[in-house]
């Protein structure tokens, strides 16, 4: 008897976790907050407003939680409402209760938190690294539970390759990932930390950080001044210094440490008053701004 073939695993659907949970209202001492929370900065500003928000209108959106196995539910997110309800002296809270099935919390945190248009790249970031880390799901299966695109996925997975130049402002919100991402394309730390920092102080956006790219990697004079500079950096090459004639043999001599200094040019005390052990080249220069 021959056995009927195996199924191949389908990947996870972002439609079908939004269609399984029931509506159920739980005691409030009977879910655990367990830190997974996808937002675990509770501010208590929020809180405040969303108090009275709540006493005003009610709760507009459950909270979701999932049942454990010893009892009671563990919440999956929205925990500003459930300290809004406990502040509220409230002993119940309406709850989408999600069954206990191959789906991970973070994923159903993650689509649940892709519906607010409040979140940030850095939010995204830890999402899709959770599901990868944690849950060992594919770039394809993330951008199906997402219900994004494997573009979507993968730019926000890049972010920990990054160097932590480009890391740090980009999930501090100080520059947009399309603008790093053209930074990115640099490929060396000195140009792409050069270009962040003219990005930030003149706030280009990503066309303009591209024309700048697309300059460097056109422009052989750039590229070559730029090798030069990785491997002076690196002491790979000496600085070449600056070379000057003496006035009294001509023999050349290198240029550390240059002064100019004002003197009056026809009285001789004043110009034999200059220091000249303070330069290896010291220029009198006349009051009339003539040496």
């Keep these: ?31 655990r907050i367990t830190g997974k929370n996808t ?43 459930y300290r809004a309800h406990q502040r509220l002296g409230e002993s119940l809270i309406t709850c989408h209760i999600y069954p206990d099935n191959d789906i991970p919390d973070e994923a159903l945190m993650a689509v649940e938190n892709l519906l607010r248009r409040n979140h940030t790249l850095a939010e995204e970031y830890a999402w899709c690294k959770a599901l990868v880390d944690h849950d060992q799901m594919s770039v394809e299966q993330i951008s199906s539970l997402l219900n994004r695109s494997r573009s979507w996925v993968l730019a926000r997975l890049s972010v920990e390759g990054m160097g932590e130049h480009l890391r740090e402002p980009l999930l501090a919100g100080d520059i947009s990932l399309r603008v790093v991402e053209e930074i990115a394309r640099l490929g060396d730390d000195a140009s792409e930390k050069y270009v962040l920092s003219r990005a930030l102080q003149e706030r280009l956006s990503a066309s303009a950080v591209k024309q700048i790219v697309r300059l460097h990697h056109d422009s052989p004079a750039i590229q070559d001044a730029a090798q030069v500079g990785r491997e002076m950096a690196a002491g790979h090459l000496p600085i070449a210094p600056v070379l000057v004639n003496c006035e009294v043999c001509a023999r050349r001599i290198p240029v550390q440490n240059m002064q100019v200094v004002y003197v ?7 110009q034999g008053a200059i220091d000249l052990t303070a330069a ?12």
Aim: charged share 30%.
């Design 1 to 31: 008897m021959r056995k009927p073939p195996t199924p191949t695993p389908q990947p996870h659907k972002s439609k079908p976790l939004r269609s399984t949970y029931r509506v159920q209202q739980i005691p409030l001492h009977d879910i």
């Design 264 to 270: 009056c040019r026809d009285r001789d005390d004043c």
């Design 39 to 81: 937002r675990a900065v509770v501010e208590d500003d929020e809180i405040t407003d969303l108090v009275q928000s709540i006493a005003q209108k009610g709760l507009l959106q459950p909270v979701g939680v999932r049942a454990e196995e010893t009892g009671g539910y563990r919440l999956l997110w929205g925990e500003r409402r």
């Design 280 to 291: 290896d080249t010291v220029i009198a220069v006349g009051n009339d701004g003539n040496p």
